[in-house]
Nanobody
């Protein structure tokens, strides 16, 4: 099994930055080949933000390209999302997710095997 725990969310003013972390644990954590960040606003679908494959390749949603950066520290089994130039539309609950298969782009929500509980990001003007 795999457990994913996000941290690093909070409140920030527009234009600011935050770094989210997702710690993976469990005996199968190292077997995951694709990790992702999603976000969700109440009343809307959960949307993929960024993914990183085990080979280091990354894919971003158009809405965050050039502002967000996904990375992974395998030694610590930790996934990161560096978020810069935050705007009001980035306000959401952010979730990390993992799957055993390779990424192949930002996949649908149901394609991921494990999910964290989420961390709230609130951007104010």
């Amino acid at each position: 099994q795999v457990q994913l725990v996000e941290s690093g969310g909070g409140s920030v003013q527009a234009g600011g930055s935050l770094r989210l972390s997702c710690a993976a644990s469990g005996y199968m954590a190292r077997l995951m080949n694709c990790m992702a960040w999603f976000r969700q606003v109440p009343g809307k679908e959960r949307e993929g933000v960024a993914v990183i494959d085990r080979d280091g390749s990354t894919t971003y949603a158009d809405s965050v390209k050039g502002r967000f950066s996904i990375s992974q520290e395998y030694a610590k089994n930790t996934l990161y999302l560096q978020m810069n130039s935050l705007n009001l539309e980035d306000t959401a609950m952010y979730y990390c997710a993992g799957r055993f298969s390779r990424c192949g782009g930002i996949l649908a929500r149901y394609e991921y095997n494990y999910w964290g509980q989420g961390t709230q990001v609130t951007v104010s003007s």
